[in-house]
């Protein structure tokens, strides 16, 4: 489903004719098989929120080579990743990232709309997608009116709305309780296993961590443990 190969990448800091470069990640190597639950661990400033971006398609790497289902994605324009993203790839975040001025069935609908679904198709698509995170009562309630949990329940159904193989998911717990992580967690498992879905996880947390197939561990950039398949 994903292989890295050799990735290397670095931020340049500072004004023209004054940069500074700063690296962030070094030779990293690993694959992810498709059906996997693989978690990448790693102290704030390792370098794998930046890995998740790169793989995301949301920054170029300065060398080295991604693909996701046999595609080399990092030599994709940033159209050509939108395309692919749309299609391909759905997004777990820490802070939602849900549209405030849009309902909850509004946000999980998103998707359909810039994929050019018709709108009765996408009325069921949406109505199905909420009932599956348990919040086709909630389908009015605009972002403000959730919980925590409920929030990131819409952020889990606009990622799987499109059906996408692969879903990336940042510190998807960060702003949630213990008991809601719990229920989170035990959601994306039952995720992977009825659906398949390959879910590559970005984590500090060890709990969170845990329920992955694998886990690879980032220090200072270079990877350290779990990189062989």
Do not use: C, W
């Amino acid at each position: 489903m994903i292989t890295v190969k050799h990735l290397t990448h670095e931020f340049e800091l500072g004004k023209k004719g004054d940069k500074t470069l700063l690296p962030v990640l070094h030779d990293v190597s690993f694959s992810v098989d498709a059906g996997e639950i693989v978690s990448i661990i790693g102290r704030s400033g390792s370098g794998k929120s930046t890995l998740l971006n790169l793989i995301g398609g949301f920054i170029r790497p300065k060398s080295g080579q991604i693909f996701i289902k046999d595609q080399e994605v990092s030599s994709f324009s940033e159209g050509q990743f939108a395309d692919f993203r749309l299609n391909h790839v759905g997004f777990i975040f820490q802070n939602f990232q849900l549209i405030p001025s849009m309902t909850a069935y509004q946000n999980v609908e998103l998707p359909l709309i810039l994929k050019g679904i018709k709108e009765l198709e996408r009325k069921r698509i949406t109505e199905e997608t909420l009932k599956r995170v348990s919040l086709e009562k909630f389908h009015d309630h605009y972002p403000s009116e959730l919980s925590g949990g409920q929030q990131q329940r819409v952020s889990i159904a606009r990622a799987l709305v499109l059906n996408p193989p692969l879903i990336l998911a940042d510190e998807p717990t960060g702003s949630l309780d213990s008991e809601t992580e719990t229920d989170l967690l035990e959601f994306i498992q039952q995720l992977n296993k009825e659906l398949n879905i390959t879910f590559l996880i970005i984590t500090h947390d060890e709990r969170v961590a845990k329920i992955g197939n694998r886990i690879i561990e980032i220090q200072d950039g270079h990877l350290i443990e779990g990189g062989n398949h």
